[in-house]
C-alpha cells in the first residue's frame, strides 16, 4: 500500500514598495532588489548560477506609452510571431484594469554562435498615459524552476500613480 502525501509549494515573498516607480512588487525569499542602470529596478535570484547558467533576468521599469503601443495593439502584435519571437502563448489583456499579460518564447545567438530560447512573463500595467513593465525572463528550459518566483514579481505587480504619496 502506497501512501502518497502532497505538499503545498510554499512561497514566501515579502512587499517591497517604490516610491519612484510607484510600484509594489511582492518579492520572494532570498530574491534582492537593486537599481536597473538604465533607471527601474533589477530583481536578482539568490544565486550567481541562476543568473548565469539559467539566464534569469527580471526588470521592471517605467515609460511613456507611445501612440503605437497601446495596450490592445501591443497584445495583437505579439499574437504573431515576429522574427524570433514565436506567437504568445498567453496574451491576456484586462481593458477595465488596463492590465496587459504577455507570454511568449524567443530566440538569440549568444556566446559561440548559440541559439538560445528565453521564455518571457511581461505584464505592462497603464498608469495614464505611461505604462510599467514588469518583465521577467529565463531560459526556456530553466523556466519551470522561476515559474512560481516571476509569477510572485511579475503578476504580483500593484501600480499607483507616482505623484501619490506612500
Not at 17 to 39: E, M
Not at 152 to 165: E, T
Request: charged residues 25%; positive net charge; glycine residues 10%.
Amino acid at each position: 500500500m502506497a501512501i502518497l502525501l502532497s505538499f503545498p509549494l510554499v512561497s514566501h515573498a515579502a512587499p517591497y514598495r517604490h516610491a519612484g516607480l510607484g510600484v509594489t512588487l511582492s518579492v520572494p525569499d532570498g530574491w534582492k532588489v537593486r537599481p536597473a542602470p538604465g533607471g527601474g529596478l533589477r530583481v536578482l535570484p539568490p544565486q550567481m548560477e541562476d543568473r548565469e547558467r539559467s539566464g534569469v533576468a527580471v526588470t521592471v521599469w517605467r515609460e511613456r506609452l507611445r501612440a503605437g503601443a497601446a495596450l490592445d495593439k501591443l497584445a495583437a502584435r505579439h499574437k504573431k510571431a515576429q522574427g524570433a519571437r514565436e506567437a504568445a502563448i498567453r496574451a491576456q489583456l484586462d481593458r477595465k484594469a488596463g492590465r496587459l499579460v504577455l507570454e511568449y518564447r524567443e530566440g538569440e545567438y549568444v556566446q559561440s554562435g548559440l541559439w538560445i530560447v528565453r521564455q518571457h512573463l511581461k505584464v505592462v500595467q497603464q498608469d495614464g498615459k505611461q505604462g510599467v513593465y514588469a518583465e521577467c525572463v529565463a531560459n526556456a528550459s530553466e523556466y519551470h524552476r522561476y515559474r512560481r518566483a516571476f509569477a510572485d514579481i511579475c503578476l504580483g505587480l500593484s501600480v499607483r500613480p507616482v505623484s501619490a504619496k506612500g
